[in-house]
């Protein structure tokens, strides 16, 4: 266990569907990333938080939106979703100034049909 | 904006010979430098990483890697390849600032073979 929790660990869903993935970060890190990770993409950052507030973008879609809450975890909200959607997709955390490099979690496959 | 490079898509090797990983990276700032491992249907595993200081850095598992500056590389080794180092394998870079962006690779499939 690597402290990151995500949910649901699998995800299928029809095209056109909003699906939200959950990521509860390692306890004391204060940034969330999301990764979208496919066959044909590779690893692909998406969005990143700190402390509740966005501080860097990636190749998210205009269709995908983001969030981190108070108690630091962090949505991920995919909507008029694709086939080509389907994927991993990963949260990972750090700390500000702390041990460098990054918490993942377990990830979330999302299966579009 | 800083970039990764690894070489090779998939390294087949025997068990118990050695592995080389090849990365390389651009940035015109100073980096930190990171290797991961991603087991099936896992997340990915911090393996090592150079901060600073000495250039050869230890990790996991019995592998290692050499920070190079002048070629700007940073290959992962390991002299003994076991079967469970099957595994897809990522380098990564982040620059010095506060909040730590990390750029991957598109990941090496190091494949042992019996």
């Known amino acids: 266990d690597s402290g990151v929790t995500q949910t649901p660990k699998h995800l299928i869903t029809a095209t056109g569907q909003r699906v939200t993935l959950r990521c509860s970060p390692r306890?004391?890190?204060?940034?969330v990333y999301w990764y979208q990770q496919s066959l044909d993409q590779g690893l692909q950052f998406l969005i990143q938080?700190?402390?509740?507030?966005?501080?860097a973008k990636g190749n998210i879609l205009e269709r995908f939106s983001a969030q981190q809450f108070p108690d630091l975890h962090s949505e991920l909200n995919l909507s008029s979703l694709e086939l080509g959607d389907s994927a991993l997709y990963f949260c990972?955390?750090?700390?500000?100034?702390?041990?460098?490099?990054?918490?993942f979690g377990s990830g979330t496959r999302l299966t579009v049909v | 904006a800083q970039s990764v490079t690894q070489l090779d898509s998939q390294v087949p090797v025997f068990e118990e010979a050695p592995v080389e990983l090849r990365c390389n990276y651009s940035?015109?700032?100073?980096?930190?430098l990171f290797w991961y491992v991603q087991y099936p249907n896992q997340g990915l595993q911090l393996l090592l990483k150079?901060?600073?200081?000495?250039?050869l850095v230890k990790g996991i598992n019995g592998f290692e890697a050499e920070f190079n500056k002048s070629q700007t590389s940073f290959h992962l080794r390991k002299p003994s390849v076991h079967i469970s180092d099957t595994a897809e394998y990522f380098c990564?870079?982040?620059?010095?600032?506060?909040?730590?962006?990390?750029?991957f690779g598109t990941g090496t499939k190091l494949q042992v073979i019996p």
């Open positions: 990972a955390s750090n700390s500000f100034r702390g041990s460098y490099g990054y918490t």
């Open positions: 306890s004391g890190d204060l940034s």
């Open positions: 938080y700190y402390n509740g507030e966005e501080r």
């Open positions: 940035s015109s700032v100073s980096v930190y």
């Open positions: 150079y901060l600073s200081g000495s250039t």
């Open positions: 990564a870079v982040s620059d010095h600032g506060g909040y730590q962006k990390v750029t």
